[in-house]
């Protein structure tokens, strides 16, 4: 069990690369089965490892599903990441074609040819040009690849599209047994292979090459639903091993081939403690205190123009700011557009891109099926690891499914962050008049918190209000709050609470001015009678005053008359002891001040 | 490897002949035996063969698009034909190489 390890585990960088992009699913599966890595995302996780190292893999598909680009991708991937050089024999497109057709993918295929990474070996084939006149065999076809892989040394071969010999020599029952031997030989020269085939109706391949070709099946398909194209790959097939065998969406565009393992995750996801700030002051204390809990589903629901994207803005800013990282999902407004409308309420979303800490995914929803969409989303958190991505706005998913595949989708989501501990949050547009959409009815049980923002329209005029509809697993605010959008960024009111509930806007500032005029008022009450009893007090003290006065004139007055009237009686007093002296009177006065007469 | 075979001074056109073999199997044997009676038989020398081994040069099946072994082409006269197979079916070879026999 010791060829378990995928082969690409022994290219450093590669190794390094993958693990970066991760896929979340094991690497390799507890199959007995040596496996290479493929070096398409998403495909080794579905394939548990790889594909089946030294065999042949059967790639089939319609016309237009992206075989040969696939193939290409795998030989290319390779050379590039696993240090596995491989031939590309095309029996339909020629090498410069093939150079034209993968550079819009963004590989340079002529370089790693020049390079003798990747050679291409075209066989033309051309069977009007062809007599037969006897026995034969393929001999030839097996020493031009022979040739081509002792070239390169090559470790993977594409064969694109070999079925085209079928149709075109007589003999197919030689034709048949050649192929036959050349899989053989392929093996035995221990080289990957992988061969295209087109799809047959009510058989994997026209040509049944699936009867030669079994170690592993996979099967592309691009289905039209609604006008939008979504590609879906499958594993229809792989001996000896484990695989995923669920239909995966995946995407060719400039970054290449993206195959998306989603994955129907079990309610059984880490629940986190840890909390999220929302960095919108009050808003956290709305919150129990501390913001969102990590790794929660945030649901910002409201009409339109109600501040849905400033707060999904603010809290990704927020987050970039404490060095997290934020993907954002834009389905109407161009990363440009969200840009210069934030910068006018103080939220600099430019310098987050530029840190790399905000990831821009624009795309019209109607632009790919839902599938690919969430593959998208699948990729984003793969490529930067965040702690946040917003959806923006969920509603507009309606367009190209209906509410239960939206809803469908829509919890694939929130299972896929959440097992990642990613805080997911989505905005939702409110029907006008407040009524929200049917969406918001069937995500609320995904929803873990909900705050809904609104226009509170009273006395001629319009304000913005939020309350938190709800916030599980924690005390929460019952309150509905006025906001305002400055140019400093969203800023919650204190409320006013009247005695007919809370206030908000020109009424706030009404009531407000009322209360502060009788605040004013009831001073100046205090002030007028504080100056009574001012003036009372000087009144009662001029009074006092006054008798003091009257009194102290009485008394002078009174004293006086007694000092006159004691002078009076010693007077007399004198002038008797004077007469009686002069009679000799014997009863001499002592002068004890005792008035005698009266 | 070039067997030049043949008259020159023969009216007619010449005939530029390649026969691509791999290696000394029968196939082989017997198409570089059965091309070599039907060039006597019927162009009587107007004709140039060169076989190609490609297990010795293997490089050189690209520049044919060879891939079926034998595979005989007439390079001259233009167009260019090709025929596979070990020529045992004479007729085919000579409707193939678009030789009229009188």
Redesign the interface.
Known sequence: MASIESRAGEAGTGEARTAARGNGSPAVGGSGIRKVRSGIDGLDAIAHGGLPAGRTTLLAGGAGCGKTLFALTYLIEGALRFDEPGVFVTFEEGADELVQNIASLGYDLRRLRDSGKVAVEHIQFEPRELAEAGEYDLEGLFIRIGHAIDGVKAKRVVLDTIEVLLGGLTNTALVRSELQRLFRWLKKKGVTAMITAERGQGALTRSGLEEYVSDCVILLDQRVEQEIATRRLRVVKYRGSAHGTNEYPFIIDEEGISVFPVTTLQLNQPASGERMPTGIAHLDTMLGGHGFFRGSSVLISGTSGAGKSTFCAAIAEAACKRGECAVYITFEESPDQMIRNMRSVGIDLARCQAENRVRFHAARPTLQGLDTHLAVIEREISRSSPALVVIDPITALLNIGTEIQVHAMLLRTVDLLKSRGITAMFTSLDRPGGRSNRIDGLVSSLIDTWIALSDSIEGGESNRTLFIRKSRGMAHSNQIREFLMTKDGIHLREPYLGPRGALMGSARLAQEAKDAAAALARQQEIEKRRRELERKRTELEHQVAALQRQFRADEEALETMIREDQARARQVETDRDRMGTSRRSDTPSSGNGKPLHG | MANDVGDRDAPGPMYQLRL?V?GQTA?SL??RA?LLKLCEQYLNGRHKIEVID??EQ??L??DD???????LVRCQPEP???????????Q??L??LNIVVR
């Open positions: 691509y791999a196939k017997a198409a059965n490609l297990l293997p490089g099946a690209r698009q060879i891939l079926a072994i034998p595979t260019v034909k090709k025929i596979i197979g070990d020529l045992s079916d004479t085919r070879v409707a193939g």
